[in-house]
């Protein structure tokens, strides 16, 4: 039986929280169930394209309230934002089944209260907002502990908790102790048939590739600080250093990832990134708005991506699909930089593009990447990357066949393990095993009814269960 299917989330931009919630609508739209997403923000020129071609139903009701004071109380405001989001929600989507609420937990009570019970809460957690700020002030302690409190009061009303790795998974147990419920696993997924349908073409980066030439090494992420970005501009330095004139010559680092100029740490971050490549002696060569490129005409090779040998370092900012998928075709790794990342998408595009990657040796790459045989994970440090990116240019320069042995192992495991059927067919049992008009539907003796502790608390005290 369908059910009606509503998703909450604060800002639909582009990047890995929301391409997981696209996923998941998709998922389970494709499952035959009626799916909206309700969101506070969602730009139709920054966005990913099921939001905005009709595939899947977007409203956006919030987004007349600030986002910040002076730059302060993003918190506060997010909570605000949500708040009249999930009104807009519970008005306008009659009768809906599930809701679920992704980041922001602060709704959960509201959505309760609105739905008298009736609708099943489903709460997806990246990781704990708690533990994602710093408190070196007073002041900021101050201001986050009823938000810290609130976080975890409202998180353990939801009917059952959904975490994107174990990593994640184990640490919300630390930070929320006082709840009772054992997360399901439920690991992002890439949509294999968009990737393999995606149309391969540089859309404005002027890139001739009858005569490229260029060893490119590919980073997919945002422009923001606690991506280490750092460290592949540090290890491409050395990488540099390392090899023959010739080879120095075709050596390319491209940064690409979700860029928001109403951001301001995206906006500084370019700019520090931009330094810091400077003062390691590195060229920085084209910095393309992708959007803007790819709906404008062709840019002159002279001024593309990788036509400049001083150019070592490019930077594309909030890419289009096609300029993913060319990037991804003509890199010849994938770098994933963050420390302690809850899981990242970033590893799963460049293993299904067969393509080595090199991630850091903590959180959620570690449930992704096997070291040695789809890529390398190494500590956050320049000179293991170094080593990491040598043996890999080593190998497509003079092994061919290692290489691309390295390249189909990744590409084989996202197909068995990551690939959306498995993320749909997952979290299509969670929303059914929770939906009282499903129970009803079905004769499960475990429906959920009101004033019962939902399942995922009554199976508190066994094994925590990790679904793929």
Partial sequence: MALRVGFLHPDLGIGGAERLVVDAALGLKNKGHDVCIYTAHHDPEHCFQETKDGTLRVQVHGDWMPRHIFQHFFVVFAILRSFWTSIALVLFERQIDVIVVDQVSATIPLLRLLTLGRTRIVFYCHFP????????????????????WWEEVTTGMAHTVVVNSKFTGKTFSGA??????????????????????????????????SNDKSIMFLSFNRFERKKDLKLALDAFALLRQSVSPAIRDRLRLVLAGGYDHRVRENVEHLEELKTMAGDLGLGVGTVINGREAGASSPRPVADGLLSSKDGSVSFVLSFTEGQRAFLLRHCVAMLYTPSNEHFGIGP????????????????????????????YLRPPEARPWFQAMEAILQAYLNDKKAYEAMGRAGRSRVSNTFSLECFASTLDRIVRGLSPTEGEATGAENTPKQGDQPPARRRATKNARSEL
């Fill in 348 to 375: 799963l595009e460049g293993m299904y593009a067969s393509k080595p990657v090199i991630a850091v040796n903590l959180g959620g790459p570690l449930e992704s990447v096997v070291d040695g045989v789809t890529g």
């Fill in 176 to 209: 929320f102790p006082s709840i009772q419920i054992i997360p399901d696993v439920l690991y992002p997924a890439l949509n294999l048939t968009n990737y393999d349908a995606a149309p391969v073409g540089d859309e404005g980066l002027g890139v001739d590739v």
């Fill in 129 to 148: 907002d708690k533990l994602q700020t710093s408190r070196n002030t007073f002041i900021k302690r101050l201001y986050r502990m009823p938000i810290d």
